[in-house]
């Protein structure tokens, strides 16, 4: 299936740990993001990579690293996570000016 | 600065009757915006499109209509079904290019009562 796909689905975790989410797009997208959805169900943007190279950076704090090995593929890294972190993390592609997909997202609770 | 914006949070229907779901933009450089459909545990799902330099586009039971004079949006959905139940966002992009983003409105959740 052509797709935006995220692991894990659901992240539970302890304060103070280290997580990864791993994104991947078969659909041949340049650009690839990570978005935030919060518990009111706002949706903001984290970090863009064109190509591999960092475009958005939208003032996140640096335990949030994006590395991106190669076009198709867009992993966060979160280190001495906090319980503020609990949120759904959606990754999405574009290619070009339009048609942004989404992948099914990570729900990551820290406790 | 930029803003998306959602008139309502909740919209309750009838099953057959349309729904209409506005929101208002802020960025009068918007030149492209999205509207998506998201159901519960489930990612952002595209529903339909709109460049700038429409005022209206039709999909298959949706509608987007695009006033640029008051900076609003809004989706229109005919003979709403159950399946529409949902969280619906509108989205803008400020600029094209590579370092483009979409910003989205708060959602609105729509109830199709049967």
């Known amino acids: 299936d052509t797709a935006v796909s995220q692991t894990p689905k659901y992240l539970v975790t302890q304060m103070g740990n280290d997580k990864s989410i791993k994104c991947e797009q078969n659909l041949g997208h340049d650009t690839m993001y990570w978005y935030k959805q919060d518990s009111k169900k706002f949706l903001k943007i984290m970090f863009s990579?064109?190509?591999?190279?960092?475009?958005i950076n939208e003032t996140v704090p640096n335990r949030f690293s994006p590395k991106s090995p190669d076009k198709a593929h867009l992993n966060l890294h979160i280190n001495s996570l906090e319980l503020g972190d609990s949120a759904v993390y959606f990754c999405a592609s574009t290619r070009g000016a339009y048609g942004y997909t989404f992948g099914s997202g990570t729900r990551l609770t820290v406790v | 600065g930029e803003s998306v914006g959602l008139h309502l949070p909740t919209l309750s229907v009838q099953e057959g009757d349309n729904s209409i779901i506005n929101c208002a933009y802020s960025n009068s450089a918007s030149d492209y915006f999205i509207w998506y459909k998201q159901e519960s545990g489930k990612g952002p799902q595209f529903i339909i499109d709109?460049?700038?330099?429409?005022d209206k586009r039709q999909g298959q039971r949706v509608t987007v209509l695009l006033n640029k004079t008051v900076k609003h949006l809004s989706l229109q959905i005919a003979a709403t079904q159950p399946g529409d139940s949902a969280v619906y966002f509108c989205?803008?992009?400020?600029?094209?290019?590579?370092?483009?983003?979409?910003?989205f409105g708060k959602g609105i959740t729509l109830s199709v009562r049967p």
């Open positions: 990579y064109n190509n591999k190279e960092l475009i």
């Open positions: 709109i460049r700038s330099n429409m």
């Open positions: 989205a803008e992009r400020g600029r094209a290019g590579a370092n483009s983003k979409l910003t």
